[in-house]
Nanobody, 126 residues
Framework: QVQLVESGGGLVQVGGSLRLSCAAS??????MGWFRQAPGKEREFVAA????????YYKDSVKGRFTISRDHAKNTVYLQMNSLKPEDTAIYYC?????????????????????WGQGTQVTVSS
């Protein structure tokens, strides 16, 4: 029943910024995350956020550059990306988990999420 739609991807210069948006069909996703997959590479975790936004999680390589946030009024999750690098080039996917996470929940694990968007392409050029 939950639908996730990403937007905001595009072509950006190295060092530039981009903000991705993920519009959800409801408020049933207690955990929201961002993943990415580059050509020829495995899908990897980027960032995640709790229901209240009080807890955030980031891949080490994006810490200090990316910021995940959410706006409950708009049912939207964002990923602000600054100081972009060529290695950030990938298809970015929004993901959601529809239940309250247990204490053992792994925010970085792709298998922990049950809703996925179609993805939006981010290309960082030199």
């Amino acid at each position: 029943q939950v639908q996730l739609v990403e937007s905001g991807g595009g072509l950006v210069q190295v060092g530039g910024s981009l903000r991705l948006s993920c519009a959800a069909s409801g408020r049933s996703s207690y955990v929201m995350g961002w993943f990415r997959q580059a050509p020829g590479k495995e899908r990897e975790f980027v960032a995640a956020i709790s229901w209240t936004g009080g807890s955030t999680y980031y891949k080490d390589s994006v810490k200090g550059r990316f910021t995940i946030s959410r706006d409950h009024a708009k049912n939207t999750v964002y990923l602000q990306m600054n100081s972009l690098k060529p290695e950030d080039t990938a298809i970015y996917y929004c993901a959601g988990y529809s239940r309250i996470p247990t204490i053992s929940y792994d925010y970085e694990g792709g298998d922990e999420y049950d809703y996925w968007g179609q993805g939006t392409q981010v290309t960082v050029s030199s």
